[in-house]
């Protein structure tokens, strides 16, 4: 009783606290669910590999690495003048042609990956389930006019859009993150997204919120955007590969201006021409490949697992 | 407060287009509800009783505004005055949804899954700027206990899903009635219950609507039901109130053949009303592009030429309170 009582003085924060508590019960259900499931872990487990790298690269060149040598961009060792070199006891993946240390490099340049990554899949999770939701809500010529632009995108291959624009215009990783988030915001998600907006608007709770004295934006807001949530992280999973994916196809082609990306990276490698001899120069191709093929992947994977717990009549049991 | 109706239905009509669309113009209408006048008082129950199909949902949800009518009005009393429900400013508005609720059928469906009980119940207060939190969940509690959730502390921050049926129903009632609203739709609220637990229910909605003085709109497919909840009965027929009065007039001695059809189907263990089997054939369509003769000529078992070749009976007082559509019920 006086618990209850002087929880009541203070503002509510008993809501607060009991929401607090439900929410750390459901996240520990899902993670239940998450960790059952192999493939998510191994997308995880991958993800935060990737992390760590970011984190310890400043840490690196504070303390062991010689910043002189092991700068990712103009880095050059005295000790090793010929270069391209192979690994060594001193630069573990070698070096590239121009003398930086590629782990190095590599190191540097999953930072931007995940820059990219998490932006691009904010703009696209905000506005797919924005757009889906204000689509079925309102119908009619809004809704219309939304599904008409997402043809138009569907119908034109991302990548040639996005080669297109960074032809035009040479853009960072932030605005290629918010072009790709445009992009994948009017793409086939939004399809999904609103077909699901428009079997929840005809339930029977969205007509008892009206009752209530709901509008349209506390509708929207706390009833269709709620329900839409789960779908959209998921769609957000699989932009992110996309993401990856194209920053590394634009970089390769040479059409971002990024300082350092495993894009650029293989980029340099093929301007200089070692792209063709794999056999003696796989430490400059195969590094960047393979953190970009793993990075991209690792997103999708978390994404298929995410999506057993979102639709669980694909959990197998 | 006066002796006037706290709600004044007149002409009320809804037409449902059947087809149509972009390009074309509807030439073809599902008379759902068409053209209906009655009056309820302050702290009366009218029930609304018929076959599924004949427009009862669509009445109430027009009375509630999640409708506009094609046609006609709905007048609530507020103060001394009316409000027109469907030509409402921003002040009336907010009269409007302080003082009507609406208690919604299916107990499963019409809440939100990832909402707790507190949200639920709190919602009306939320969205209408009621008091703080702290106030909210105080009353939420209140309303939770009232309606035999108890205690109130152990259901406050679940979800609709770990309840049961009976108790969700519980949640919406405490839901409709936490604004403490003059006057409440409810649309079949035991229907999808268990046998068992609802008798439990509408006793505690006839209990609260005396505490709250409510007044309700009682829907039902049910007169049994509907003798135990209302003071008045109103019975509808595709579109079309045929009979309406006072529960204990209109049940023991039913005017209208469509009343007494219905009635010859529910078992009323009350040796006092006695009453003759009458069949009717065929099932309940839907009044699409009705013709001019009265909307139960099809099924009607005393229908005669005069049925046939004049317009849908008006609804007029034949004796006792009573109000009946038919020609051949005669007046008293
Ligand atoms: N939203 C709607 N759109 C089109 N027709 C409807 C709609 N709701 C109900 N109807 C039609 O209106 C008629 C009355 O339905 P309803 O009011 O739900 O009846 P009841 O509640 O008595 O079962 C039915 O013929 C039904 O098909
Ligand atoms: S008016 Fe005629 S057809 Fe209609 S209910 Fe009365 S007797 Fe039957
Ligand atoms: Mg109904």
Redesign the pocket.
């Known amino acids: 009783m006086t618990n209850s009582s002087s929880n009541r003085s203070n503002g509510g924060s008993s809501v607060w606290q009991a929401r607090w508590a439900l929410f750390r019960k459901s996240a520990a259900a899902n993670w239940a669910l998450f960790a059952e499931n192999p493939v998510g872990l191994i997308g995880l487990g991958i993800i935060l590999f990737f992390l760590l790298l970011v984190i310890l690269h400043p840490i690196l060149l504070n303390t062991v690495w010689d910043p002189n040598v092991y700068n990712p961009i103009n880095g050059f060792d005295p000790q090793s003048p010929v270069n391209p070199a192979p690994p060594s006891a001193r630069h573990l993946l070698g070096t590239a042609p121009q003398g930086q240390d590629i782990l190095s490099q590599l190191m540097f340049s999953a930072r931007n990956e995940f820059i990219l990554a998490v932006l691009a899949a904010t703009v696209t999770v905000t506005m797919t389930t924005t757009l889906g939701a204000i689509a079925a809500y309102y119908g009619g010529v809004i809704d219309n006019v939304i599904m008409r632009i997402v043809d138009l995108v569907i119908m034109v291959p991302a990548l040639s859009i996005l080669i297109v624009v960074s032809g035009l215009f040479e853009l960072s990783i932030v605005q290629l993150a918010l072009v790709i988030g445009l992009i994948s915001a009017f793409g086939a998600s939004t399809v999904v997204i609103k077909s699901q907006a428009l079997s929840i608007k005809v339930k029977p709770y969205i007509e008892a919120a009206r009752v209530a004295g709901g509008g349209d934006f506390h509708i929207i807001f706390r009833h269709l955007l709620p329900n839409l949530m789960p779908i959209a992280l998921l769609y957000m999973m699989f932009s992110v590969t996309g993401a990856i994916f194209s920053e590394a196809v634009l970089a390769f082609l040479g059409l971002l201006e990024v300082d350092m990306s495993w894009g650029i990276m293989l980029n340099t490698t093929r301007n200089l021409g070692f792209i063709l001899d794999f056999s003696n120069r796989w430490y400059l191709i195969f590094p960047a490949g393979l953190s970009i093929t793993l990075l991209s992947s690792a997103f999708y994977l978390v994404g298929r697992a995410l999506d057993e717990i979102v639709n669980p009549r694909l959990r197998q049991r | 407060m006066s002796n006037q109706p706290l709600i004044k239905v007149e002409g009320l009509r809804k037409l ?1 287009p059947i087809d149509g669309g972009v390009f074309r113009k509807p030439s073809s209408f ?1 008379h ?1 509800v068409d053209g209906l006048n009655f009056e309820i008082g302050h702290g009366e129950s009218l029930g609304l009783v ?1 076959e ?7 009445t109430g949800k027009m009375l509630v505004k999640l409708f506009e009518p094609s046609d006609g009005s709905v007048k609530l009393q507020v103060g001394d005055s009316y409000i027109n429900v469907s030509n409402i400013d921003r002040n009336s508005r907010k009269d409007f949804r302080r003082n009507v609720q609406m208690i919604f059928q299916d107990p499963y469906e019409s809440m939100n899954p990832r909402m707790t009980i507190f949200d639920i119940v709190g919602e009306p207060l939320a969205v209408q700027d009621i008091g703080t939190i702290s106030e909210r969940e105080e009353r939420v509690a209140e309303f939770l206990e009232m309606v035999g959730l108890t205690p109130a502390s152990s259901f406050m921050f679940r979800y609709p899903h770990e309840l049961s049926g009976g108790q969700r129903q519980r949640v919406a009632i405490a839901r409709a009635l936490v604004i403490e609203p003059a006057f409440v739709v409810a649309d079949e609220p035991t229907s999808m219950l268990d046998v068992s637990i609802r008798t439990g229910v509408m006793k505690l909605m006839q209990d609260l609507a005396e505490r709250l003085n409510v007044t309700y709109l009682y829907i039902t497919h049910d007169l049994a039901v509907a003798r135990y909840m209302c003071d008045r009965i109103a019975v509808m027929y595709l579109g079309k109130i045929v009979e309406i009065g006072p529960t204990e007039e209109l049940l023991s001695n039913p005017r209208h053949p469509y009343t007494k059809a219905l009635l010859s189907a529910v078992p009323i263990p009350d040796p006092r009303i006695k009453r003759d089997a009458v069949q009717i054939e065929g099932g309940i369509s ?1 009044a699409i592009d009705p013709q001019p003769q009265c909307r139960f000529y099809a099924r009607c078992p005393i229908r005669d030429e005069h049925c046939k070749t004049h317009d849908h009976p008006p609804l007029e007082v034949k004796g006792n309170g009573m109000q009946v559509a038919c020609y051949k019920v005669p007046v008293e």
Not at chain 2, 52 to 58: E, Q
């Open positions: 449902y599902n759902a018929g599924s199909g004949c427009g009862k949902s669509t839907k």
